[in-house]
């Protein structure tokens, strides 16, 4: 008895003071280090009872496999990089989200960082990031970069041997995988379904215009109201702007306004609130529809006709391209954008 207490004792001193290896847990069970690893890694060729054994000592012992030895063995760290304009932004939280859960089932980790929409910030991620610690990158571009169109940091990159997959905001001119949504769809859709509620003043209101996908919803919009024989009525707010003063002001200058298509979230609920504010009944006298979430939705009164864009499913597309890149499944295979489909999810602020 007391020999072995002595036993378990040496086990959990050495266990809480060693970094345990697959040699040491192969000496201690009498058995080769391949047997170990390959237990431990479910193989069909160790028995059952051989992987019980395995596993049971190498949880006594806390072992933990040696990421730095793997990811030089296999010439790969398991780790991809993501870089998110601003963390606040709750689609682009949920994206995080999808690309971490798709991740973590092909066995990847990820490290995040923010470039808060600093086209600096975004070279300095890429650059740390790309000195070995990550196998690749999926990244959704800063409002500074596209605004001064700088692709140079992602095609130097690239070069590197680091593939890159973009979403949401994209660098057209960037050869690499892209996920993005039907955002010039999705608007011409969205304002075609206002017009189908006979609605003659349709305004679009965004406060991302300097960025790709706020170019994109803008032209769905106008291509829907030209056809229509209407004229465009656009409220562009930049980002110093007081945002809820610029709605009010445009909504005071045009009383006529039956329809508001937002091409982001805030302005659709602050375009909803000021809106009522101004006496109008929503859906009866106006109706309201903006790129918002199901929360966004269930925050508004009455709830607000959204335009879903599945970021999740951004998140997790998007992982699974860069995956494929990295374990290079299909060679010098041509690059991909996929293409999500986006969810008009009728409500209360629309008839």
């Known amino acids: 008895m007391q020999k072995l207490f002595c036993k378990l004792r040496y086990f959990i001193f050495y266990a809480f003071t060693c ?17 170990v690893s390959k237990a431990l890694n479910n193989s069909d060729e160790i028995g059952e009872e051989t992987v019980r054994r395995v596993k049971e000592l190498a949880e006594l012992y806390n072992y933990k496999p040696n990421k730095v030895a793997l990811s030089l063995k296999q010439n790969q760290t398991k780790t991809i990089g993501v870089i998110i304009p601003n963390i606040l932004n709750r689609f682009l939280a949920k994206v995080l989200f999808g690309i971490e859960r798709e991740a973590n089932k092909h066995g990847y980790n990820i490290i995040t960082c923010i470039s808060n929409e600093s086209l600096d910030k975004e070279k300095e991620s890429l650059q740390l990031l790309a000195n070995g610690s990550v196998d690749g990158f999926i990244l959704s571009v800063a409002q500074e970069s596209q605004v001064k169109n700088e692709i140079e940091h992602f095609k130097r990159t690239i070069s590197q041997g680091l593939p890159i997959v973009m979403f949401d905001r994209v660098a057209h001119d960037v050869l690499c995988d892209k996920v993005i949504v039907d955002d010039f769809e999705s608007t011409y859709n ?13 305004a679009f209101i965004s406060n991302i215009n300097d960025i790709s996908v706020g170019k994109l919803r803008e032209h769905g919009y106008n291509k829907a109201i030209l056809e229509e024989g209407q004229e465009p009525l656009v409220l562009k707010i930049k980002k110093k702007d007081d945002h809820q003063k610029k709605i009010k002001s445009f909504f005071k200058k ?3 306004i039956d329809g508001v298509i937002a091409a982001d979230s805030s302005s659709g609920v602050i375009a909803l609130n000021v809106a009522i504010d101004f006496g109008k ?3 009866k006298d106006i109706s309201v529809v903006g790129f918002a979430s199901k929360s966004d939705s269930n925050h508004t009164i009455p709830k607000l006709t959204t ?4 970021a999740k499913i951004i998140g997790s597309k998007a992982a699974e391209l860069l995956i494929e890149r990295i374990q290079n ?4 295979e041509d690059v991909k954008t996929k293409i999500v489909k986006t969810s008009l999810v009728k409500n209360k602020s629309t008839l």
């Open 19 to 35: 970094m345990v290896t697959l040699k040491q847990l192969a000496k201690e069970l009498n058995v080769s280090i391949s047997t």
């Open 190 to 202: 969205a304002t075609k379904s206002l017009i189908a509620e006979k609605r003659k003043r349709i």
């Open 254 to 256: 045009n009383k006529q």
């Open 281 to 283: 009944k929503v859906p």
């Open 307 to 310: 335009i879903r864009q599945h």
């Open 329 to 332: 499944v299909s060679p010098g």
